[in-house]
Structure formats: C-alpha cells, structure tokens
C-alpha cells in the first residue's frame, strides 16, 4: 500500500519560509513526478508544481515561479515544497500527489 | 493557461439516481502521444483529494464501477450510475496535457 506522509502544520509569520515534506512509501520514486497543489479555507485545488523524481526537472505555475523550490531526496523518497516570502493568502492546506496517491495534507498559517 | 469550466457548481441529487458533472476545457487537450490527460477528482468532506478516473475513462484501483469517464477533445463527463451517500463532496477535473496543470473549480455533490 502507498502512503504519502506528509510533515505537521507550520504557522509562520509573513515574510517568512515554509518547508513541507512528503515522504512516500513502498513506492518506485524515481519513476514518477510529485505534484504540488494547494487549498486555501473553503476554495478549490490550486497547482503549484511538479517535480520528476527521476531527473529533477521542474515545472511550476507562473503564479509561484521565484517563490517555489521543488526538490527531492531519493535515497530517503522524499520529496520537499519550500515556499518563501509567505502572505496572508499562503494560508492554505499543502497536498503533494503522485499518481492516484495523496498525502494528507499539510496546513500551513500565516499570521503576525 | 488552459481554462477548465465544470458545470454545475452545485448538484443536489437523490440516492439511487445518476448524476452527471461536466468538465470543459479552453483548448483540446489530446497529447501528441495520442493520450488525453484528463482526470477527475473526488474530494470528501475534510479529506485529501482522491483520483477517481485518469486519461478520460481509466478508473484507478478500487473506484466502484458506478463512477465513469467519457469525452474527447475539450468536453468531458463524469458520471455516477447511482449515487450513493459516500459520494457527497466535491468534484474536480484535471487537465495534465499542457504546462501548467490546472483544475476545475469543482462541484459539489449534495443528497437532495
């Protein structure tokens, strides 16, 4: 069974940095590419970015482009979203994805 | 950047009866590789997305056969045979053919 454990809530201040882990389980990693998509309180699925576990390669959405470090760790199969200079409206819960599998979620406050 | 439109937002529907969500996408969304990634998403009241149907009809492991894809090109249905009370929440479509991956804005699926 795969599973995508994802680290624990933050509260961060603005201005700030976020790092969110996702640590995938009993899973070919670099076969595959993790998503990163976001949900602020009662709105929809937002895309941030994607990341081939196998090369690198990113891709991010233009929103996030300059604010968004995707990178993964395949000797522990984890993969990280670091986002910087966090606004009110980063507040939001953090999904990685790979494939059909998701993480739990990982909310993140921002809040002085 | 691709625009996905679902319709309805909102569906309240009785147990036991079909329901159908549209999905329609700003541009085609066939892959040079003959694929169509279009993928639908069921998220639960307070749980994570879950991936429900991929490339236009493949359904992922363990989805109940209820639950169907179809379309081509820029419109695409997601259908529920029957609906039962564990299909309440809201519905999102997902284009993976072009950069950067988006989403629909979902619908919520309600018992009447």
């Known amino acids: 069974q795969v599973q995508l454990e994802q680290s624990g809530a933050e509260v961060k201040q603005p201005g700030a940095s976020v790092k969110v882990s996702c640590k995938a389980s009993d899973f070919i990693f670099t076969t595959y590419g993790i998503s990163w998509v976001r949900q602020a309180p009662g709105q929809g699925l937002e895309w941030m970015g994607w990341?081939?576990?196998?090369?690198?390669?990113?891709k991010y959405a233009q929103k996030f482009q300059g604010r968004v470090t995707l990178t993964t760790d395949t000797s522990t199969r984890t993969a990280n979203m670091e986002l910087r200079s966090l606004r009110s409206d980063d507040t939001a819960v953090y999904y990685c994805?790979?494939?059909?599998?998701w993480g739990q979620g990982t909310l993140v406050i921002v809040s002085s | 950047d691709v625009v996905l439109t679902q319709s309805p937002l909102s569906l309240p529907v009785t147990l036991g009866q079909p329901a159908s969500i549209s999905c329609r996408s700003s541009q085609s969304l066939l892959y040079s590789d003959g694929n169509t990634y279009l993928s639908w998403f069921q998220q639960r009241p307070g749980q994570s997305p879950r991936r429900l149907i991929y490339n236009i009809s493949h359904r992922d492991s363990g989805v109940p056969d209820r639950f169907s894809g179809s379309g081509s090109g820029t419109d695409f249905t997601l259908k529920i045979s029957r609906v039962e009370a564990e299909d309440v929440g809201v519905y999102y479509c997902?284009?993976?053919?072009?950069?950067?991956?988006?989403f629909g804005g979902g619908t919520k699926v309600e018992i009447k």
């Open positions: 994805a790979i494939e059909q599998y």
């Open positions: 997902m284009q993976g053919t072009h950069w950067p991956l988006t």
């Open positions: 990341i081939s576990a196998y090369d690198g390669n990113t």
